[in-house]
């Protein structure tokens, strides 16, 4: 089996749980003797070894600019850019998002009109100039569809779909898109109609989908339309592999309980509702100290927040860590919690698990699911998860059987079983 793979993150450069799904799937993909093709636009430090080829879409120089046009005026004809007559924008962000639109419209014009041999750039980040890099890939899509041997096509998450339908319909073989996420998840019931286009046009055009959780399933199906006997769900997997060694009696504050939060700062993820809940618990206990790491468009909000209860000597933000930073940060801790608002898997927990502390999850979550042994809250109850909190520091007994069948669930989550679903994935697309 040998399968062309499009993604936007890989390790070392990791945005969230993106990344790390991506490494543990194909590691173990590799493992079961599929030779996996990684597409990134752009490779960033010395890549993780998973047994995979890695490619960047920056490194190649586009000498068929005739095949190229014809990708750049199909996708000028296809995607549709919405209306930017949106309610409730300010003048400032109207004209901001007149011209991302107009990024976009303008990529693929130069795409068209520059007929000599030339090298595309990517910054390969999630930042301004995102959808004009996704139009951008999709013409990586199309040129590497020419120049690689493949069975199957992989996408995972909107950013790559467009690159996968463009190999798609360069090759003629089947395509796969992965789900880790939708736009629902991510703003609610604002969404961006652009991104919310380019999901829906990716699924559509898909032979197979893979939804994460039966949660994520449930959303493709009712927001976008999708027949549910096209969806299949493949739950993640968490690494067992690399567990780092850390003594806890060497860590800071040794008489105090250490609460974290890992993920991203923004609205899914719940954020606001966990520095809730720590003001309610340092009401009743003094000693803890709650840890947010990551980093986000919520972070200077909550820091804010944070002072106003005067909290600052215990609520700490650590900003983004790389991986062993996270490790140990896992390692350290007392109690894990994931507040989050929609969560179609969140792997966070899993990792948590395997340093054995207890785990408190939101109900919104797609881990949910799979997770019995862990408290479970509905995000927005705060008083709900610091009454939880306070339980779990304060009785031993019951941190210690939140614990006690952490491995045993965790040997059933291993990503080898996740990457034999996805193989049988594969062979319902070929046999189709």
């Given amino acids: 089996m040998k399968v062309l793979m499009f993604g936007w993150e890989f390790p070392p450069y990791i945005s969230g749980g993106l990344g790390t799904a991506c490494f543990g799937l194909t590691k173990q993909l590799s493992k079961k003797n599929v030779a996996v093709t990684f597409v990134l636009p752009k490779i960033k430090g010395e890549v993780q070894n998973a047994g995979i080829k890695v490619i960047g879409g920056q490194n190649f120089i586009y000498e068929e600019m005739e095949e190229i046009k014809k990708s750049a005026e199909f996708l000028e004809k296809e995607i549709r850019i919405s209306s930017p007559l949106k309610p409730y924008l300010s003048y400032s962000t109207y004209r901001e998002y007149l011209e991302q639109l107009k990024k976009v419209e303008t990529e693929i014009d130069c795409i068209k009109k520059n007929f000599h041999s030339q090298s595309i750039d990517f910054s390969g980040d999630y930042g301004d100039d995102l959808l004009s890099e996704v139009a951008r890939f999709a013409v990586v899509g199309r040129f590497l569809a020419q120049k690689e041997d493949f069975n199957v096509i992989h996408a995972h998450d909107w950013m790559t779909f467009l690159a996968g339908v463009e190999a798609k319909r360069q090759s003629g073989k089947p395509l796969v898109v992965h789900v880790h996420a939708t736009e629902f998840d991510r703003c609610g019931e604002n969404v961006n109609q652009d991104i919310f286009n380019f999901e829906k046009y990716g699924m559509e055009n898909a032979d197979k989908i893979i939804a994460v959780s039966h949660r994520t399933k449930e959303t ?44 991203r700062i923004t609205m899914q993820k719940g954020p606001d509702y966990f520095l809730e809940a720590a003001n309610l618990v340092l009401q009743r206990k003094s000693n803890v100290r709650f840890v947010m790491a990551g980093s986000g468009d919520m972070t200077r909000k909550l820091i804010t927040r944070m002072a106003d209860l005067r909290l600052a000597d215990r609520f700490h933000f650590t900003g983004f860590l790389g991986k062993t930073e996270r490790e140990k940060l896992f390692a350290m801790s007392d109690l894990y919690v994931m507040p989050s608002v929609s969560e179609p898997f969140g792997i966070t927990p899993l990792e948590a698990m395997r340093y054995n502390i207890p ?71 070929l046999k189709g």
């Fill in 220 to 263: 493709i199906v009712n927001r976008y339309g999708i027949n549910p006997d096209k969806v299949s769900v493949v739950h993640n997997g968490v690494d067992l592999d690399e567990i780092y060694q850390y003594d806890k009696n060497n860590r800071p504050f040794k008489k105090d309980k250490i609460v974290l939060y890992l993920g």
């Fill in 359 to 429: 785990i408190i999850i939101s109900k919104q979550s797609g881990v949910a699911e799979l997770l019995n042994n862990v408290i479970k809250v509905d995000f927005w109850d705060i008083h709900k998860l610091a009454s939880s909190i306070v339980n779990v520091l304060e009785g031993p007994g019951l941190a210690q059987s939140l614990i006690e069948s952490n491995w045993e669930t965790l040997k059933k989550m291993d990503w080898s079983f996740a990457a034999q679903k996805v193989i049988n994935v594969y062979n319902e697309c």
